[in-house]
């Protein structure tokens, strides 16, 4: 495997740019206007990959997957057979051995290749803002997974990249799945339409037990072993605040119209400390602050044999909002409780995308979830160093958790943090 250092790796904006401006490119958006077909590229085949493209299949019958590509070869491989047996897709699911893409440039030869009108980028965090930002540049809607990064740098290439997107009118829709589920639409016009009054403060939550580990393999360099385990690894995951939590977060910023002004967060590795669990925590609590005065308390954890919990709670003048997946419900002058349909938001989000595609509306979710990327970024650095940490200072942060090199070979673990040794960067 060839060596690709960072520069390399984001540095496809002048090759892709010019085929996003060839004859190629141009007729390609033009068929989308004409023809219902809609061939999808698939970036990313492990688990949440693989059902964003079942997802994708389910939105629409004109949809397909024409294009994969993934850093290893088994996981594209089990994620094509899966998607091929499924009888309802039949004859749906067409990746010739060509565009079938391995290695650490493998989502650069899919989007030079073309014949895509979107693509789902589902890899882990660490890669999404220089794949979406060579997304845009090859003039390819996009589906990406949340979240679209794992430090500030990354966040500033995905809000750079975002306004390069409206500017050549392409789609992008996030999966903060929350933002395409009826309940979650209705309660949050409810409370914009000031059905709890002013929002004093909130809470938001996601506790759970432990998730996958994948152990190390004898014949694994370091590389190879850390993004298969990605999770545990906060240069690819962002640690669970930011990877998973940011569903609350997105759902908070939501309600509050906008991102915080500031954080004073805590956190630590109490359980998850072996070799396997890498160097993220495993619990944070975080106290956000909104421009209107308004805080929030956020907690996430991942220990087993602890209680669940995964909702959000606005707490207004005149009464009190709470949601969660499936659930919305207020109380105050006039008591609601959401009890309609409730379509797979895995699915409509896709649906959203396909209408905005075909319709030529402007669907851009990509700055407003970099923003909600970057509020989990910043509660994570404020419990990793024990200071609090401003918006400002967190847009402007020169943390980049960028290995040297993308490089099967040596790639050592990162200390785990420690609040008030770790440096606020």
């Given at each position: 495997m060839s060596e690709y250092t960072r520069r390399q790796f984001v540095r496809t904006g002048a090759a892709i740019g010019m085929a996003a401006m060839s004859p190629g490119t141009l007729a390609a958006f033009a068929r989308r206007n004409a023809d219902d077909t809609l061939r999808i590229g698939v970036i990313g085949c492990g688990g949440r990959g693989t059902g964003a493209a079942v997802n994708a299949l389910e939105a629409d019958e004109g949809t397909r997957i024409v294009a994969m590509a993934d850093l290893f070869e088994d996981r594209l491989n089990g994620s094509l057979g899966h998607l091929s047996g499924i009888e309802q897709f039949k004859g749906r699911v067409d990746v010739s051995p060509d565009r079938r893409y391995t290695g650490f440039d493998a989502y650069k030869r899919l989007l030079l290749d073309g014949g895509i009108?979107?693509?789902?980028?589902?890899?882990?965090?660490?890669?999404?803002?220089?794949?979406f930002e060579a997304a845009v540049d090859a003039g390819v809607h996009v589906f990406m997974e949340k979240p679209v990064a794992v430090d500030p740098a990354g966040v500033r290439t995905v809000i750079e990249a975002a306004s390069h997107a409206d500017a050549q009118r392409l789609c992008v829709v996030a999966g903060t799945q929350r933002r395409h589920q009826e309940c979650y639409l209705q309660a949050m016009q409810r409370i914009r339409d000031g059905a709890i009054g002013e929002i004093i403060s909130a809470s938001c939550s996601w506790n759970q037990g432990g998730l996958w580990v994948h152990k190390r393999k004898p014949e694994y360099s370091d590389m190879e072993?850390?993004?298969?385990?990605?999770?545990?690894?906060?240069?690819?995951?962002?640690?669970?605040?930011?990877?998973?939590?940011?569903?609350?977060?997105?759902?908070?910023?939501?309600?509050?119209g906008g991102p915080p002004i500031r954080c004073t967060g805590m956190g630590g590795r109490q359980v998850r400390t072996a070799p396997e669990y890498g160097n993220i925590f495993d619990h944070f609590a975080v106290e956000y602050e909104y421009a209107n005065g308004a805080n929030c308390l956020s907690t996430c954890r991942q220990i087993d044999g602890c209680d669940s919990r995964v909702e959000e709670i606005f707490r207004g003048t005149k009464g009190q909002a709470r949601t969660h997946h499936g659930f919305a419900e207020i109380a105050g002058q006039q008591n609601w409780r959401y009890d309609g349909s409730n379509p797979n938001p895995y699915v409509v989000e896709h649906q959203d995308l396909i209408r905005a595609i075909r319709s030529g509306e402007r669907l851009n979710e990509a700055r407003r979830v970099a923003e909600s990327t970057l509020t989990a970024i910043m509660g994570r650095m404020s419990a990793y160093t024990g200071k609090s940490v401003t918006w400002e200072q967190a847009m402007s942060s020169k943390l980049d958790l960028s290995p040297s090199a993308y490089v099967?070979?040596?790639?050592?673990?990162?200390?785990?943090?420690?609040?008030?040794?770790?440096?606020?960067?």
């Open positions: 009108d979107y693509v789902i980028l589902a890899t882990p965090p660490h890669f999404r803002p220089m794949m072993w850390q993004i298969r385990n990605w999770l545990y690894f906060c240069w690819l995951s962002g640690d669970h605040i930011v990877e998973q939590h940011v569903h609350n977060l997105d759902a908070v910023n939501w309600a509050m099967f070979g040596d790639l050592p673990v990162r200390e785990v943090p420690v609040p008030g040794r770790t440096p606020l960067i």
